[in-house]
């Protein structure tokens, strides 16, 4: 039996690299322990992904960006798999990008798919990836469970924490990421519960809550948060949408109301006035307040069990690091809470902050 091959990543990411419908390239990019050999964008093509989106890279700010598929292949470590690397309204399929999916399956790549369209559904895709022994993964494909939540209780000594946040895109998913890195660093155990297909892509499991059917949308979250339980003490649950968010508010709800969080962390992003999608649509457009969001959160928590807002995460990238510390002081004065860019500074003070808030001792 043949070894299995190490996977390296190339992302297509055309001619949107570096916008927030790149949210999945830059996750995954800064956040998987697969690495990315290269991302596919050929309006910044021979710059680097560091030139393109800074420190958010991490240590991958070297990762070239390429004008083709071709490109990439010929690199001296080329990809083994080709991941969607963008999020365009709906999760449709570009023309162009089909043209390169079939180049990627001729090529024996594997399809990394986070978009609602089913790549394994197409035959002439389907058909293509037998060719050559491909697989595709379409990781928006809703889970074969279909539970509906019945109000189950945190196991003894456990403590879950959802982050939740003022808008789409906001960070939710690297806000819950480095809170769980950090408390592996304070030396517990800690996990982080993807309900997205990005988080699904570093994490390795997981579901992507936006396409599970209404009924069972609570139960998918009791169960996920089951699961993070099981696999480590402290589970922090990645956020979906916002609750005053008129495309997306009904995952908010039920991961609030189906992993019953025994804390929640507020993501905001100071600067960004109105909701991702509704630039310029009038009432649904503007953002709320920190403080409205506080009080609606913790009041619809209330309906099922209580809850608290415990800290606020800040995503302050459009801002300079001396007006950001400005910021990040100025909210926590007004909230009263503990306020950091875990992100940008590094999460381990707004851990211990939340961790103290929760009564949790700390180890000897």
Known sequence: MSEPRTRRFVILAEGAFGE???????????????????????????????????????????????????????????????????????????GTWRATIFDALAAGLDIVNGLHVFFADDPELAAAARTTGATIEDLRRPPSRLDIANGRQHLPGKRVILTVGTDCAVGKMGVAIELAQAARRAGLSATMVPTGQTAMMIEGWGVTIDRVAGDFLQGTAEWLAAEGEHRADWAFIEGQGSLDHVAYSSVTLALIHGTRPHGMVLVHQPGREVHTLFEGVGRYARLRSIDEHIRAHETIAALVEPSKVVAIALNTSLYDEAEAHRIIEQIAAETGLPTDDPYRFGPDPLFAAIRARLDVPPAA
């Open 20 to 94: 927030v419908s790149s949210k999945t390239a830059r996750g995954v990019i800064r956040f998987a322990s697969t690495p990315t050999v290269a991302v596919i964008d050929s309006t910044k093509a021979g710059r680097s992904v560091g030139d393109v989106i800074g420190a958010s890279a991490g240590e991958r700010g070297h990762v070239p960006i390429v004008a083709t598929l071709a490109q990439a292949l010929a690199l001296p470590e080329p990809p083994t798999a080709l991941l969607l690397g963008t999020a365009p309204v709906g999760g449709s399929l570009t």
